[in-house]
């Protein structure tokens, strides 16, 4: 499956006090798409023996769908250049954040808990691929260009977790942090120490084998999380960078 969606947009939310240490946060995010790319591919293999080369092929069927702004497998090459389709949507938020006694809290979200993009004349391919080495000629590729009028895109659902403790009287923290979607969970922890007004942080994802460094002040943080110094073989890397003023 493929999924992939850009848009920007306006988030309004609001916060309500539910106990004494906890708050409870409830959101909708007010979405203009920009890029889309959004379908499925299929297939079928036969082979003699255990395919090992193509000449061990007897049959292949297979068959690709997808929606899109801009056409990702060639079709302007057969003069398909379709207008960018225009799409509105609505996602809604909630967040809980409190704590149970001086040294354990809790934060947690659900972006997109539901949320839907609304696209207007949206471009779609549809390919189906057929080979049999018993037939002249062995394949067959046939496709059809289309426009939907109207498309509904589901928003992908996103949850956040931070579990911390952090003890009034001792110059460090330490935290375990979890995000999940739809295709899985992956768990990040972190130890902190202030330094003066410096908050500097060691991170570590078990399940990536990544490590990270932080320092955060009043108003400017920085990330950087990595599995391998040499960036050119890394398979997981995350910066982030963040500014405020008060």
């Known amino acids: 499956d493929a999924n992939h969606l850009e848009a920007y947009g306006l988030y309004v939310a609001k916060a309500w006090q539910v106990l004494p240490d906890w708050q409870l946060w ?10 889309l790319v959004e379908g499925q591919f299929s ?20 068959q690709i769908g997808y929606v899109y702004d801009e056409p990702q497998l060639y079709e302007d090459e057969l003069g398909w250049r379709p207008p960018s389709p225009q799409g509105e949507g609505v996602g809604l938020n909630f967040a809980i954040e409190g704590a149970f006694s ?25 390919y189906r691929l057929q080979f049999d080495d018993q037939k002249n000629p062995p394949h ?6 289309s426009i939907d009028r109207r498309y509904q895109q589901q928003l992908p659902w996103r949850f956040n ?10 110059p460090w923290q330490a935290d375990i942090q979890m995000t999940a979607n739809r295709t899985g969970e992956l768990w990040q922890a972190g130890a902190y120490r202030s330094i003066g007004a410096q908050l500097v942080g ?14 955060k002040n009043r108003h400017f943080s920085v990330f950087y999380l990595t599995d391998q110094i040499n960036t050119n073989q890394a398979h997981r890397i995350s910066l982030m960078i963040q500014g405020s003023h008060t």
Not at 26 to 35: A, D, E, N, R
Not at 43 to 62: H, P
Not at 113 to 125: I, K
């Open 26 to 35: 409830t959101g909708v995010s007010l979405l203009k798409g920009q890029h």
């Open 43 to 62: 297939g079928l293999i036969a082979s003699k023996t255990a395919v090992r080369n193509i000449d061990r092929i007897r049959s292949i069927q297979s």
């Open 102 to 126: 001086s040294a354990w809290s809790l934060k947690a979200d659900v972006r997109d808990a539901w949320g839907m993009m609304y696209w207007r004349d949206m471009p779609r391919t549809a």
């Open 140 to 145: 067959d590729l046939r496709g059809q260009l």
């Open 161 to 170: 977790s931070q579990l911390m403790y952090q003890p009034v009287t001792q």
């Open 202 to 215: 060691l991170h570590v994802e078990p399940q990536t084998g990544a490590f990270g460094l932080s320092l």
